[in-house]
């Protein structure tokens, strides 16, 4: 196989295919759940998806290795020598399964030179999947229709339409609404589908002012690249992956037009 990443894509989607299923088996299951260290939710559909993609990852690319969330304790001293890795999130929203509200995804990313070169985000309750390759373009299929190309949209600076995070709401995010004035939509939506609202051109930026891991933004941040937009830190620095010993991200944003000035608005939070 080729390892260059369009080559790897349709088997990355069929991975990700795999693995939304044997979710979905579950999902519609009497399944249980435990809480991590971290006391965060775990369930049986988390490790099964890890397991498939896994194998499906060590079969079509057996040199490239593999950071998951499911694997999260291989030491920083041995990834930081990793040019070029697999990044999964087997099933990214793993409270919103467990609410049963159909907002969760699977999240697999190839990591070159710390930023995210293919991206597959895959909606197993819709059979939604976004998906990219660097330099070829994001795309969005719809329960297994044919793909279409998708771009984000301008930012007009009179009205604006946000994604916010359905579980995970902080004052910042709070103040930050606040400060973009009295026209402002908020669309709440769990897991990674909040990047994929920004890279289909429905809303203008994604603000999160709260915890989470590289694993959950990877794969959508590929898919936001290549649809004309950017991931950066508050201070509007591009988001790296594998430059620390922690696999946490600082504070971010998601932004659609990269020429809208958004300093003014981030002082007031």
Known sequence: MNTDSPELLPAVISIAENAANEILEIYQSDFSVENKEDNSPLTEADMASHKIIIAGLSNLTPDIPILSEESASIPFETRRNWQRYWLIDPLDGTREFV?????????IAL???????LGVVYVPVSRDCYFSSKGNGAYKQVNGEAATKIKTKPSSGETFIVAGSRSHGSEQQQNF??????????IAIGSSLKLCLVAEGKVD???RF????????????AVVLEAGGVVTDTQLKPLEYNRKESILNPYFLVIADTNFNWKPYLEQV
């Open 99 to 107: 609410k049963r509200n159909g907002e969760f995804t699977v999240n």
């Open 210 to 221: 709260g915890p989470t891991s590289e694993w959950d933004t990877a794969a959508a941040h």
């Open 111 to 117: 990591i070159d030179n710390h930023q995210p070169v």
């Open 177 to 186: 609404f606040t400060a973009l004035g009295d026209d402002v939509e908020v």
């Open 205 to 207: 930026i994604y603000p």
